[in-house]
């Protein structure tokens, strides 16, 4: 039994199956290629007409169809993101080889968040209202816009009877979210957990709202695939993006039991907070650090342990230079040694699931021995001087991997992977 638990006697977790829908592909194999190729999600916004905005363009999803993933009548009634949370969990559970609906379904649980869930649902319902009166208001739409939806569909999915909860962390969302499950399962709470993040935030209310506080990209909108250059010194804000992810976490003597398949190990994770302001991060970088190394303590790993950091880097120019002061921080002179990668610049930025996406990005490096780059990285900047693997996929043997999610209101947090060895 001892082999079960890790040093600190919690039931050890592992990854058994992913899924994914983002603006890189309909799948975890599609959206991994592409992060390693540099085939850009980015491009001209579709969903609405975007001319009068002073950035264009957006990492859509782009031709899906729900009605693939699940009945269409329901697909109806949900919002954007639940039918793309949904899509995801349907692919995570084909993957790891569980029937849906699963076995077991009280030791199941489900933690999915999302910064901002369906809130369009609400907005276009409102406008409905005003236009053409209250005959006109969905029924559906107040409920499809609550930010637990996406948590609820893929519950209802999988037919789960345990846990279940929503993580609402601006762009932290999806890591905590995998890390708040995991502890589900460490604490004896559930056997198996669905988790990730997702968003379905590409609107006009979004877009208008990033573009007020001047925090998107406005200068490559005729060329969408170089404007997300995390670290590079022409940096000018963060691209808006949507998708899902969902991971499935398990015990690992279940998975065992049934002969899973396993990807890698969840060794820990830690949130901090910056309690600083509500859009800027705090200078000194404190919360940050504090996020990586109660992340490593909670995996009871040391700094020189970790192979690759999947870092926030959203290309904002305040964000990744505080973010490279605080991985300096945290890891001092080994800070150079580390690979460090932002696949945002080809994903743009998931939102709330961000951290999910780059949890499973972290995980295939693990398994396939290749670090994804960051690409667009032309300029270097002096104030972000560590390795950021520029514009070309790297081999390494990795066995501990750390993934980084910054967001609005200060919230942070760290997971740390490693590859399973038995």
């Known amino acids: ?26 799948s975890v194999r599609e959206s991994w290629h592409s992060a390693l190729e ?4 980015i491009a001209a916004i579709t969903q609405f007409d975007a001319s009068d905005l002073p950035c264009r363009i957006a990492g859509e999803v782009k031709n899906f169809e729900a009605k693939i993933y699940m009945n269409f009548k329901e697909a109806r009634r949900m919002a954007r993101a639940s039918q793309l949370a949904v899509a995801a969990a349907v692919m ?20 999915v968040g999302t910064g901002m869930g369906g809130f369009e649902r609400a907005d276009e319902n409102l406008i409905a209202y005003r236009e053409k009166g209250l005959s006109k208001a969905s029924p ?3 409920v499809s816009s609550l930010p637990n939806m ?27 979210a995998i890390g708040e499950a995991a502890d589900m399962i460490r604490r004896g709470r559930a056997e198996l957990m669905l988790a990730g993040g997702v968003e379905g935030l590409v609107h006009q209310a979004a877009m208008a709202g990033f573009s ?3 925090a998107l990209s406005t200068n490559y909108n005729d060329e969408p695939e170089r404007a997300c250059r995390p670290f590079d010194k022409d940096r000018d804000g963060f691209i808006l993006s949507e998708g899902a992810a969902i991971v499935v976490l398990e015990r690992l003597d279940q998975a065992l039991a049934r002969g899973a398949h396993i990807y890698a190990e969840y060794l820990g994770y830690a949130s901090s907070s910056d309690a600083y302001h509500v859009a800027a991060p705090d200078p000194s970088g404190a919360g940050a650090i504090r996020a990586m190394q109660w992340a490593m303590a909670d995996a009871n790993v040391a700094p020189d342990a970790i192979h690759y950091i999947n870092a926030h880097g959203s290309s904002t120019p305040v964000n990744d230079t505080l973010e490279t002061q605080a991985i300096k921080h945290v890891f001092g002179n080994q800070a150079y040694h580390i690979p460090i990668s932002s696949t945002k610049s080809v994903s743009g930025h998931l939102m709330g699931g961000a951290g999910a996406i780059e949890a499973v990005f972290c995980v295939m490096a693990l398994h396939e021995g290749i670090i994804p780059p960051t690409w667009n990285y032309e300029t270097p900047d002096p104030e972000c001087d560590l390795d950021y693997v520029p514009n070309a996929p790297r081999q390494a043997s990795l066995g501990v991997t750390m993934s980084n999610s910054f967001g609005l209101g200060g919230q942070n947090a760290c997971v740390v992977l490693s590859k399973y060895n038995g």
């Open 1 to 26: 039994m001892e082999q079960f638990l890790d040093s600190r006697g919690r039931h050890r977790v592992v990854i058994t199956g992913m899924g994914a829908m983002t603006p890189l592909g309909h």
């Open 38 to 41: 540099g085939r850009s999600g």
């Open 150 to 176: 996406p948590s609820h569909h893929v519950s209802y999915l999988a037919g789960t009877q345990g846990p279940i909860n929503t993580v609402v962390a601006a762009c932290a969302t999806g890591t905590q």
């Open 92 to 111: 995570a559970l084909e993957d790891a080889r569980l029937p849906i609906p699963l076995p077991n379904p009280q030791h199941a649980g489900v933690v």
């Open 212 to 214: 007020a506080m001047r």
């Open 140 to 142: 559906f739409a107040l």
